[in-house]
């Protein structure tokens, strides 16, 4: 067997840059969302970044990033049956059971789902109609 010369090659990583990395996988609640559109027609969805996880106890845990849908004031329009995305929040308190996702708006058509059980992953799917 023939030995090939390995070279080695340091990369730098921007502090930064790590920091976040590690947030975003780290200390946070994900919750996967299908958004059910039953007449299929087109529809406008969006999330509002007032959108929370009400605890049993402890703080609210905001939102942070969204992913497949967009953030208000813009809106997505669909006509597919199901609508399919992504919202991370901050980390639920530790001493949590359940918990309620509710978007805060002065308008009609809030997305909210009460009594959420807690698992251990912190990962969550929920069907919202």
Same mark, same amino acid.
């Given at each position: 067997m023939m030995a090939y010369p390995t070279k080695v090659t340091e990369v730098n990583i921007d502090e930064a840059l790590k920091a976040s990395l590690q947030q975003s996988t780290e200390g946070v609640t994900i919750v996967h969302c299908?958004?059910?559109?039953f007449y299929q027609e087109t529809v406008g969805? @969006?999330?509002w970044q007032e959108t929370v996880l009400e605890p049993d106890n402890g703080e609210d845990a905001k939102l942070l990033h969204a992913i497949g849908i967009t953030v208000a004031p813009?809106?997505?329009?669909?006509n597919k049956y199901h609508v399919k995305f992504t919202l991370i929040f901050e @980390?639920?308190?530790s001493q949590c059971k359940w918990f309620n996702m509710v978007e805060r708006i002065s308008e009609q058509g809030a997305f909210t789902v009460m009594g959420i059980q807690r698992n251990e992953s912190d990962v969550y799917r929920i069907d919202i109609q």
């Open positions: 299908t958004y059910i559109n969805v @969006r999330i813009e809106w997505m329009f669909t @980390r639920l308190p």
